[in-house]
């Protein structure tokens, strides 16, 4: 618990202003699009590909007698939205673009029409055209070797967690538009689940007698996997996965070819960090009525902390595997952990928790298949509605692809999304030479955790080398905070891994739920990363550590905290007015002081998990009034403080690499020593992008509904008092209220 005695402070303050909407003119393409250096080239090569097709197609996987899907590769100069060379594979010669590659598009065509897209592209008849065919690098067949990525049947297989008869492996159902091609590819893959090439999970529990190691997976109701794909495969028009199992190499190989699937990941099993040894145990701990976060791990029966269990769900696996020890120390220090730690700087926020047991201890050689771990999370968010928070402090051992999301990260994403709640996830930690970021870390929707050294004063440090460093697969900048990666726990062990800062910040996001006004997953992320201590992210650290001398949702003296959630819709420019600009701040003209602005974007993801995962994004800037040129001579205009916007103007690589241009979350913090402006006002700018909505799942083009934005943005003056805070809301006025809860907001007024 904070400590009561503290002085009050400021509460964060809630704008309630609308956003002045702006349309924007969007671009085209023609002559100034076009690389006429490679058209004649392409043009060649283009034409001679797509004519070439015709003569392979025996060999290749056709649905529906007609549908084919190919991989269209892009230059890597070309990989903006605006050059979907959409104007080559037009929907006039039903052409469909059904999914992002990594280095292009995955298009769905009739084969009866390549002749007339060889002649589009030998004619070129406008510059859209020609456009498209000095942007395209190749069009080809999408074929077994795509669905490997480059792996062999020998590693694939040996990756996948071992069953009672084979391997198990993750598999999505190859995406069409034409509903007839999606029904033969069903029916393809239920030719392969009755000629015995993969196995669902049915057949195996099925088995009189099963080994100890399949005990939890017989128990649990992810025997619906493939019945759900089929069923979803429907419903979504294209998107259907499954955990199957695959009797032996040969099979896999079998399978690959089908023709049946588009995207193939082994199955994997979920880990703790390593097991710790029972100890004596604390004191008991009385802890009276707090928020609850949802433990997911090996279980609990720590008796002296039985108070602070608020419920327990059904267990996911038997008490003779689980990790119990593991889950001990995750739950004490979500209960406790300044009071087991107090020499450490950490928040003294303390919570109950509900257990999940659902992580079997290391060597047991439990098949927990992550199916099973969403349907039992799924049970329990469907009978807690109250919890809010998640705590998940296991990982997978390796991840397979860099570049792809995890399945289990974009499905904990679809059911946090789903239930309006935040997971908090540990990032991993580092082993056998690999410290990048393990799934679920990769979860869109969470906040993930890193560690950081203690130093011998008690604070946090440099990054724990034996912690896992980001950033995540397609931008994602993870982890977003870290903290204390050692810390000691219930009976007095010390243990290390980012397990344990994740059960801090589970505990302090639970209580920010609880403090805030109309919290929601994405504002509670944003405050906290707005509050972090370090300026830009780093691959380890993320954007830092909240502070521990005032709680997120309050006002040290000399800043003040505006925090707002809008909705946001693409073509529009958006425009909060009228911001002031706090006593302190400004002198003579010149801004002195410093500002953090956070907006984190609930944003539309691609159901397959793969390339282009995000299909919108945010750019976000604090704005204020300076002279300068403007588009009729000389005069007042804004210019951005923080943040520069600069993600579409940059080459798309650019903005990729150096900005993480698709990344939900922006985060913008400078320090102000002199910078000369005008007025008295801010203004915050925001504006949505989109791409790929032509995918399954997705709205569509002009069918997007508002998109929800969380933005947090702090101004601090160099004079520590109340003054800044206080003339923010009396300029305000009825504009802005107490963003906490059971709070009145009162201010000085000046004679």
Not at 722 to 730: E, K, L, P, T
């Amino acid at each position: 618990m904070a400590d009561s005695t503290s002085p009050a402070l400021n509460p964060a303050l809630r704008l309630r202003a609308e956003p002045v909407p702006e349309g924007i003119e969007g671009r085209g393409k023609g002559q100034e699009t076009t690389k006429i250096e490679r058209l004649s080239q392409q043009q060649k090569m283009l034409e001679r590909e797509v004519r070439s097709i015709a003569d392979t197609l025996a060999t290749e996987t056709l649905h529906a007698d007609r549908r084919l899907l190919v991989h269209v590769h892009m230059f890597d100069d070309s990989l903006a939205p605006t050059h979907r060379p959409k104007d080559i594979l037009p929907r006039s010669l039903d052409c469909s673009f059904v999914a992002p590659m990594l280095d292009g598009y995955l298009v769905e065509i009739d084969i009866t029409h390549l002749k007339k897209i060889a002649d589009l592209i030998y004619q070129a008849t406008n510059w859209a055209v020609r456009s498209d065919i000095s942007r395209v690098k190749s069009i080809q067949p999408y074929r077994s070797e795509a669905i490997l990525r480059g792996h062999s049947i020998d590693r694939l297989w040996d990756r996948a967690v071992e069953g009672a008869r084979g391997r198990f492996f993750i598999v999505w159902l190859r995406p069409y538009a034409d509903d007839l091609a999606r029904e033969n590819v069903l029916k393809d893959f239920e030719r392969l689940t009755t000629d015995g090439t993969i196995m669902t999970i049915e057949a195996n529990n099925a088995a009189s007698e099963a080994p100890e190691s399949s005990l939890a997976r017989r128990a649990s109701s992810a025997s619906g996997s493939v019945a759900r794909l089929l069923r979803n495969y429907r419903r979504t028009e294209g998107v259907g996965r499954a955990i199957v199992e695959v009797p032996s190499k040969e099979n896999l190989k079998i399978l690959v070819a089908s023709g049946a699937v588009f995207r193939i990941d082994p199955a994997k099993p979920l880990i703790l960090a390593p097991s710790l040894k029972p100890e004596p145990s604390d004191a008991p701990f009385d802890l009276p009525l707090q928020p609850v976060v949802a433990v997911v791990d090996g279980g609990f029966d720590n008796p002296n902390y039985a108070t602070a269990e608020a419920w327990r769900e059904a267990p996911l696996i038997p008490d003779a595997i689980a990790d119990r020890f593991h889950g001990n120390a995750v739950s004490s220090l979500v209960a406790n952990a300044k009071g087991i730690n107090p020499t450490y700087d950490l928040p003294e926020f303390s919570c109950r928790f509900g257990t999940i047991q659902a992580v079997p201890r290391r060597g047991t050689n439990a098949v927990i298949l992550e199916d099973d771990l969403l349907d039992a999370m799924t049970r329990m968010a469907s009978r807690h509605r109250d919890v809010r928070v998640w705590n998940l402090s296991f990982n997978y051992e390796q991840s397979d692809e860099t570049e792809f999301v995890s399945s289990l990260g974009h499905q904990i994403a679809s059911l946090a999304r789903n239930f309006e709640c935040l997971p908090v996830i540990s990032a991993g930690n580092a082993a056998k030479g690999n410290n990048t970021l393990l799934p679920p870390a990769d979860c869109e929707a969470a906040l993930t955790i890193g560690g950081r050294e203690t130093t011998k004063h008690g604070t946090v440090g440099n990054h724990c080398l034996k912690c896992c460093v980001g950033p995540g697969p397609q931008g994602m900048l993870k982890p977003e905070l870290s903290g204390h990666s050692s810390l000691t726990v219930a009976g007095g062990q010390t243990v290390i891994g980012t397990s344990f800062p994740t059960a801090v910040y589970s505990a302090l996001s639970a209580h920010a739920f609880e403090q805030l006004r109309g919290a929601t997953p994405d504002l509670v992320k944003a405050l906290l990363i707005n509050r972090a201590d370090a300026p830009s992210h780093h691959r380890g650290k993320g954007w830092g550590t909240p502070g521990i001398d005032v709680a997120p949702w309050e006002c040290p003296p000399g800043t003040v905290t505006l925090l707002w959630t809008g909705q946001l819709q693409p073509g529009f420019e958006y425009h909060w007015d009228d911001i002031p600009i706090p006593d302190g701040m400004v002198n003579s003209e010149k801004i002195k002081g410093s500002g953090a602005l956070t907006a984190v974007l609930h944003p539309l993801v691609s159901p397959y998990g793969m390339a282009n995962y995000f299909s919108s994004r945010i750019e976000v800037s604090l704005q204020h009034k300076v002279w300068g040129k403007t588009e009729t001579g000389y005069g007042e205009k804004w210019s951005n403080l923080l943040g520069t916007m600069k993600e579409s103007t940059l080459k798309e690589s650019e903005a990729r690499t150096e900005l993480s241009k698709w990344n939900p979350i922006r985060h913008h913090e400078r320090e102000m020593r002199s910078v000369t402006t005008i007025g008295s006002k801010f203004r915050v700018r925001a504006r949505l992008y989109t791409r790929d909505l032509y995918q399954a799942t997705l709205p569509g083009t002009g069918k997007v509904p508002p998109q929800n934005v969380a933005i947090v943005l702090t101004l601090r003056s160099s004079e520590k008092t109340s003054a800044a805070y206080d003339s923010v809301v009396r300029q305000l006025g009825a504009f802005v209220e107490s963003a906490v809860i059971e709070q009145d907001i009162t201010v000085e007024r000046r004679s």
